[in-house]
Nanobody, 128 residues
Framework: QLQLVESGGGLVQPGGSLRVSCTGS??????????IGWFRQAPGKEPEGVSC????????MYADSVLGRFTISRDNAKNVVFLHMNSLKPEDTAVYYC???????????????????WGKGTLVTVSS
């Protein structure tokens, strides 16, 4: 059974850092062939594609809103993708979802319609 499980969310002060993780299982092919994306959804807003990484880890993409502050990485030996978030702002507050994607890096932006499976999400709150 396909699963993506997020972890690592929590409360952090503005300017702080946090790392969220996504552990995958149940894929029919090797994890190093699965492109993974991170989306976030703030209350009352549409989901926003934040970052994605290709299965090999060679290609990454970032939304303009997080470029230079967030870094995506993966450890295929452990089936884990990480999103390292630095210089966090209150507007980064959202539920962060890990997604399996058809492709990362073939479009100019990270799009909802490129995803085919979502985890349940982890809440990140940036507040003093």
């Amino acid at each position: 059974q396909l699963q993506l499980v997020e972890s690592g969310g929590g409360l952090v002060q503005p300017g702080g850092s946090l790392r969220v993780s996504c552990t995958g299982s149940g894929f029919s092919s090797d994890y190093n062939t699965i492109d993974i994306g991170w989306f976030r959804q703030a209350p009352g807003k549409e989901p926003e594609g934040v970052s994605c990484i290709s299965g090999s880890g060679r290609n990454t993409m970032y939304a303009d809103s997080v470029l230079g502050r967030f870094t995506i990485s993966r450890d295929n030996a452990k089936n884990v993708v990480f999103l390292h978030m630095n210089s966090l702002k209150p507007e980064d507050t959202a539920v962060y979802y890990c997604t399996a994607m058809h492709s990362c890096g073939t479009r100019a932006t990270i799009e909802y319609y490129d995803t085919y499976y979502w985890g349940k999400g982890t809440l990140v709150t940036v507040s003093s």
